[in-house]
């Protein structure tokens, strides 16, 4: 096993999904951030993984509050 190591986080700008008609098994996910774009790609088991992380994680996180 390597090494952990410390990777940079950018804050993110911007996502989008990208479906292939001719890759119907998989989606591509586009991620903006200040430092340019990321491409991923994911099959419908990992995004229905992902959909449930991030909502769990988002319930868990304290809401926002209005600077006013």
Do not use: C, W
Not at 30 to 49: M, V
């Amino acid at each position: 096993m390597a090494d952990e190591q410390e990777l940079p986080a950018y804050p993110i700008r911007a996502y989008q999904l990208i479906p292939d008609p001719n890759q119907p098994t998989v989606v591509a996910l586009a991620i903006e951030t200040d430092q340019g774009h990321s491409l991923f790609l994911a099959t419908r088991e990992i995004l229905k993984d992902l959909g449930k992380d991030l909502l769990d994680r988002a319930a868990k996180m304290p809401a926002k509050r209005d600077q006013t």
